[in-house]
């Protein structure tokens, strides 16, 4: 049998040695969508930091494909990023930053490297913006930026912290369409979120964590989880979307 893309096997982490959280237990399966909930302090980010290999577990295991994981084959995109915006560099040499694992020491991106980079920037929509410089882009053009940074290496898993906080809620669903998409294309997505109350579209199963793990196979949060994370019950203002890519007046620009 194919080992997954990730297996976690009582894995604790934390800094220093103090726990954030301990003995999880988790497979992230071949063409999943799984979208990770939970309060803040729960342990979320320092869980894609250690299977990221960012920091060290303090007890368990992670494996990548049955083993240790190899350059490029996870893409990431950070809750906060190091560019700053007012930096004259453009989109496509953003996107290129992806691929410098594979580039090495070698002072310039080759022919292959700098397809690669359009083909990412195609697949969120954004390869017209290819010139432009960051400074001059929109927040859900520049979140876009930074997913086809990730993708730039051809990942088979693509991680993500938060990838539409502070996005308007029309860039929010265009972002999910477009995560769909990706996962469509067979990319196995994990993603953090802290907006419960609009779980991407797309996703297939939801975990919530708070410093332990509690996870349902479906796209659905349980008051299981709702206890375990949240202790109390939030109240939502939910409007289902009617299935099929968002109409709105950006996305009918830009269908991806």
Same mark, same amino acid.
């Given at each position: 049998? /194919?080992? @997954?893309?990730?297996?976690?096997?009582?894995? &604790?982490?934390?800094?220093?040695? #103090?726990?954030?959280?301990?003995?999880?237990?988790?497979?992230?399966?071949?063409?999943?969508?799984?979208?990770?909930?939970?309060?803040?302090?729960?342990?979320?980010?320092?869980?894609?930091? #250690?299977?990221?290999?960012?920091?060290?577990?303090? &007890?368990?295991?992670?494996?990548?494909?049955?083993?240790?994981?190899?350059?490029?084959?996870?893409?990431?995109?950070?809750?906060?990023? =190091?560019?700053?915006?007012?930096?004259?560099? &453009?989109?496509?040499?953003?996107? !290129?930053?992806?691929?410098?694992?594979?580039?090495?020491?070698?002072?310039?991106?080759?022919?292959?490297?700098?397809?690669?980079?359009?083909?990412?920037?195609?697949?969120?929509?954004?390869? /017209?913006?290819? %010139?432009? &410089?960051? =400074?001059?882009?929109?927040?859900?053009?520049?979140?876009?930026?930074?997913?086809?940074?990730?993708?730039?290496? =051809?990942?088979?898993? !693509?991680?993500?912290?938060?990838? #539409?906080?502070?996005? %308007?809620?029309?860039?929010? /669903?265009?972002?999910?369409?477009?995560?769909?998409?990706?996962?469509?294309?067979?990319?196995?997505?994990?993603?953090?979120?802290?907006?419960?109350?609009?779980?991407?579209?797309?996703?297939?199963?939801?975990?919530?964590?708070?410093?332990?793990?509690?996870?349902?196979?479906?796209?659905?949060?349980?008051?299981?989880? !709702?206890?375990?994370?949240?202790?109390?019950?939030?109240?939502?203002?939910?409007?289902?979307?009617? @299935?099929?890519?968002?109409?709105? =007046?950006?996305?009918?620009?830009? @269908?991806?």
């Amino acid at each position: 049998m /194919d080992k @997954p893309p990730i297996r976690i096997k009582g894995l &604790s982490g934390g800094y220093e040695g #103090t726990l954030i959280f301990e003995g999880l237990d988790l497979d992230l399966k071949h063409g999943d969508f799984l979208a990770i909930v939970g309060p803040n302090g729960g342990g979320k980010t320092t869980l894609f930091k #250690t299977i990221l290999a960012l920091i060290p577990p303090i &007890s368990g295991t992670v494996e990548i494909f049955g083993g240790a994981a190899q350059a490029g084959t996870i893409g990431y995109v950070p809750q906060s990023n =190091s560019i700053d915006k007012k930096y004259p560099i &453009s989109v496509e040499d953003v996107v !290129l930053m992806g691929l410098r694992v594979k580039k090495g020491l070698r002072p310039y991106y080759n022919k292959d490297e700098k397809h690669a980079a359009l083909k990412a920037m195609e697949s969120v929509g954004i390869s /017209d913006l290819k %010139d432009m &410089s960051v =400074s001059e882009l929109s927040g859900g053009q520049f979140q876009r930026a930074m997913i086809a940074r990730a993708l730039a290496p =051809s990942p088979k898993i !693509l991680m993500l912290d938060e990838p #539409t906080a502070s996005l %308007d809620p029309g860039i929010k /669903d265009c972002t999910h369409d477009i995560l769909r998409d990706i996962n469509a294309d067979g990319v196995a997505v994990m993603m953090i979120t802290h907006d419960i109350g609009n779980i991407p579209h797309g996703v297939k199963r939801i975990a919530c964590m708070n410093r332990g793990i509690i996870i349902n196979d479906s796209p659905e949060i349980t008051d299981e989880m !709702l206890s375990f994370g949240f202790h109390c019950h939030p109240e939502f203002l939910r409007y289902k979307r009617p @299935p099929g890519p968002c109409n709105c =007046s950006i996305c009918e620009e830009d @269908p991806r």
